[in-house]
């Protein structure tokens, strides 16, 4: 009996078991689908964006201009502006990973042990920037490659995105390629990643004339962050930008680890201007503007971006106005720092102008229950307007 009901199975056109290696082959297309649709809305998202990503080019030839306050500034903001815009804005090939509340908590008391056991090193007269810009310049590399490909899908000819390097029979049949080809772009991508490394790493060739591949770097590593790294809900997001508001302000302005950490610690995780020309020596010989305060504030301006995505505010954007937020918070920095000619905590003008602008919009919207008490991938209650 249970054959019969077999055979009329079968001849009903029932498909056949799926087999292991059929299954692999199936998932690794539909993987490739998924990479080749996400490359085309990243590129389309960049020929979008143009204006930025051209301003973000542009502002890398402003040190030659020369060394002046005014320059270092102008470089700063637009740069760190441009990135958060650009960050908040780019499409992703993954789901980014969420940071939970409790990862938010403890995100000070983790950033303050590393950041003191660098100090407590450097004091020792010990020197850990050597394996720490290693394991930097690397992933910095690997970042480039990764946001180099829409950037040059996105403004190149398509022809170029469309073609195809062929690859060795070995080589392909150890990476696994069918077809045996890669991608021209991201071969590109990969070889300025590896260049921009090699330069890094040259002998001979000082910070003070390879300080912009180091922010080169330290821009692709800022991108890939944002599009990484997601805050999951608002309160998790003013929970992280509260305690790293408070660690700023403490390790700046209640210690000189910050700053001793920040000059001693020579790796892709700042961004650097060669500092003016002054009758007072300086022990260090570039300004600075350190990659957590373009990242961490970036995050909760991508943040609000889903917030524009999911709530559909009627009267203004939340990502705009957290953009125009951060240029603003920044600008204030620079202008205190300029006041007091001394080091400030960035995140000291950036937090509260983030959040507070987010809250502002969210009560403008008639939204502010739904803003406090959203969370990515709930649904959402209905606006009661």
């Known amino acids: 009996?249970?054959?019969?009901?077999?055979?009329?199975?079968?001849?009903?056109?029932?498909?056949?078991?799926?087999?292991?290696?059929?299954?692999a082959r199936r998932l690794k297309m539909e993987r490739y689908e998924q990479i080749s649709a996400s490359e085309v809305r990243r590129a389309a998202r960049v020929r979008e964006d143009a204006i930025?990503?051209?301003?973000?080019l542009a502002i890398q030839f402003l040190p030659l201009l020369g060394s002046e306050r005014n320059l270092s500034v102008a470089y700063f903001w637009v740069l760190a502006c441009a990135t958060v815009y650009v960050g908040g804005r780019q499409e992703t090939i993954d789901e980014p990973e969420v940071v939970s509340k409790q990862s938010a908590m403890y995100a000070p008391l983790?950033?303050?042990?590393?950041?003191?056991?660098?100090?407590?090193?450097?004091?020792?007269?010990?020197?850990?920037?050597?394996?720490?810009?290693?394991i930097v310049v690397l992933f910095g590399a690997i970042s480039i490659s990764d946001v180099g490909v829409p950037i040059l899908r996105g403004l190149l000819p398509e022809s170029f995105a469309e073609a195809e390097v062929d690859v060795p029979a070995p080589l392909a049949k150890r990476l696994d390629l069918d077809p045996p080809t890669l991608p021209l772009d991201g071969l590109v991508a990969l070889a300025v990643g590896l260049s921009c490394a090699a330069a890094y790493w040259a002998p001979g060739i000082g910070m003070e004339d390879k300080f912009l591949?180091?922010?080169?770097?330290?821009?692709?590593?800022?991108?890939?962050?944002?599009?990484?790294?997601?805050?999951?809900?608002?309160q998790t997001g003013a929970l992280l930008l509260l305690?790293?508001?408070?660690?700023?302000?403490?390790?700046?302005?209640?210690?000189?680890?910050?700053?001793?950490?920040?000059?001693?610690?020579?790796?892709p995780i700042k961004f650097l201007f060669?500092?003016?020309?002054?009758?007072?020596?300086?022990?260090?010989?570039?300004?600075?503007?350190?990659?957590?305060?373009?990242?961490?504030?970036g995050l909760f301006v991508s943040f609000m971006a889903t917030l524009d995505r999911e709530?559909?505010?009627k009267n203004v954007s939340y990502f705009q106005a957290g953009t125009a937020a951060y240029a603003v918070g920044l600008g204030l920095c620079f202008v205190v720092n300029e006041i007091t000619h001394a080091g400030q905590p960035a995140l000291l003008y950036l937090d509260p102008a983030c959040v507070g602008t987010a809250l502002a919009c969210a009560k403008a919207n008639g939204q502010l229950d739904?803003?406090?008490?959203?969370?990515?991938?709930?649904?959402?209650?209905a606006d009661k307007a």
């Open 213 to 234: 591949v180091s922010n080169f770097l330290a821009w692709a590593l800022g991108m890939t962050s944002l599009a990484a790294i997601s805050l999951g809900s608002f």
């Open 110 to 134: 983790g950033a303050s042990a590393s950041i003191l056991l660098l100090y407590v090193l450097i004091q020792n007269g010990l020197d850990p920037g050597a394996l720490y810009a290693v």
């Open 274 to 297: 060669t500092a003016p020309p002054s009758d007072v020596p300086r022990s260090y010989p570039f300004s600075v503007l350190g990659l957590g305060d373009v990242v961490i504030p």
């Open 1 to 23: 009996m249970a054959s019969l009901f077999s055979s009329l199975l079968n001849a009903g056109g029932s498909a056949p078991a799926e087999t292991e290696e059929e299954r």
């Open 52 to 56: 930025p990503y051209l301003s973000l």
């Open 243 to 267: 305690g790293l508001f408070c660690y700023d302000i403490f390790w700046v302005f209640g210690t000189d680890v910050m700053m001793t950490v920040a000059t001693k610690v020579e790796a």
């Open 370 to 381: 739904e803003v406090w008490n959203f969370e990515e991938g709930r649904p959402q209650v």
């Open 311 to 313: 709530l559909k505010p």
